[in-house]
């Protein structure tokens, strides 16, 4: 009995051997299909020990009640266009006959490590291309399994904001930050910063962003996202036009079609309801000789108004049905509600106005009684820049022509001096114009224009600037036109400040060059003479 009961217990353990030798054996083949044990937890997967009888990898996991934090971001990732970098996190998910996940990061060469697979490339391609590689790759090894790449954290960079922005620096952007993020970040355009044509100066080639019909309609199609080494630069606007009044949005705009009034209406949401069919739509614009220009055009609703030519800094105002009632029209540097507030904002200085307008236009109720003072304290006063002593009183009389009543603004807001207070009529407008901020160079130059001030410039570098004289021009004779009307000679105005104009003189003839002309027409006419009595015998 002893015996049989050795034979039988001897005979289980060599069957208990064989059969762990067997799976011992079958494991590395079954390790393709089987990465990991069954947890009895549904989703839930442990750590699989490599050192495990099973043979695989271990791959890590989240803890239990984990999820994947991806942070804030404007919309879900589109897979065919995200491309991915070193430093993007990912997840690579398995599921079927073992569910289980295993994190990945995009390393400093643009690969990422999958155990039991091996590097695989992934910097430079799309989310959509990489999982297509990885699963291919994951096939090979794991063929009876499911799986699936995810993004879980973008990437974090630098990209450079340059141009016309508050603050040009280096700022951090995720592949998910789109330009118009990223000049937020850099505290938004400064005053004559272009919005429809920003540059993204990618990889040696330039991408034009034009975040316009974003911030009007929320279009996404043309506020691209940033790549690492991107540049944002944003250039000066080279033509922008206000507009104010019987419009849905008020405000400053950008035109790049046919510059008129008619594009003008649609980037402002159209015409308002109350905007007047009978009443002339207003402008200012600044004329040749660099004064203000006012200019009445036919009533908004018409087809010839929307034909009508824009130039870069008008200033458009639509009236509605109430101003043609008892109304007065106050334009210009004045702080009239919350677009001038924000325009100021805590900083007074000069250069400090955010990307707001610096001239605003307000239809006022005409009380009898008023006067420029009274009008001009309604609407808030003026702004800090202000050109207060170049204002004026626009009238029309009965025959329809055009009167300008010069207003002392500073003496009636500043000095309390109401000895040259206007009394005003229902219909007038009080213009008062925004401080001239350059140096204008007018004349026989080359290039003829407003440049910006530099308080180590002289007339004579200004002058420089605008490509020297013509061959018409000279600067001898030429003067300095100072704010206040006051002329000085170039070689005497040793300083100069915003809003002076450096005036060239064209070039007059010296006696000697007379005295080449009158000897050149006496041979003229002396031959003439030879001739005629040569004929004559």
Known sequence: MRTTNRLASVALLTAGLYLSASLWCVAPARAQDQPGART??????????????????????????TFYDVGPQEEAVDAATYIVGPGDQLVLHFWGRQNFSHRLQVDSQGRIFINNVGFVPAMGITLAALEKSVLARVKQTYPRLNAGLTLVRPRSFVVQVAGLVKVPDAYHATALTRVSRIIQLAGGRAP??????????????????????????????????????????????????????????????????????????????????????????????????????????????????????????????????????????????????????????????????????????????????DTARTVLERVGGLLPWADARNAFVERRDAEGKTKRIQLEANALLVLRDLTNDVPLMAGDVVYVPAEREGIMVSGPVWRPGLYQHSPRYTALDYVALAGGTTPNGTTSGAKVITKSGKQVPVDKATTLSPGDTVAVKPKTLTTFEWVQILLTVSSIVLSATAITITLKR
């Open 40 to 65: 009895g937890e549904g989703s839930e997967a442990r750590p699989i020990d490599s050192g495990g009888r099973t043979g695989l990898p271990s791959l890590s996991r989240p803890s239990p009640g």
């Open 192 to 369: 004559g910063g272009s919005q429809s044509k920003i540059e993204v100066r990618r990889q040696g080639k330039v991408i034009t962003a034009n975040l316009q019909p974003f911030y009007l309609k929320g279009d996404r199609s043309q506020n691209p996202f940033v790549i690492e080494g991107d540049v944002v630069y944003v250039p000066p606007s080279d033509f922008e036009v206000m507009v104010a009044g019987g419009v849905y949005r008020p405000g400053s705009y950008e035109l790049d079609g046919d510059r008129t009034l008619g594009e003008l209406f649609r980037l402002a949401g159209g015409l308002t309801p109350s905007a007047s069919a009978k009443v002339a739509v207003l402008a200012v614009r600044r004329g040749p000789d660099d004064d203000v220009v006012s200019l009445r055009w036919p009533p908004a609703r018409s087809a010839e108004a929307k034909g009508m030519r824009l130039q870069h800094g008008d200033r458009v105002f639509v009236p509605t049905v109430d101003d043609v009632q008892r109304r007065v029209i106050v334009q210009g540097a004045i702080a009239a509600g919350s677009q001038a507030a924000a325009a100021t904002g805590p900083d007074k200085r000069m250069d400090s106005a955010s990307t707001a307008p610096r001239e605003f236009t307000v239809a006022l109720p005409y009380y009898d009684g």
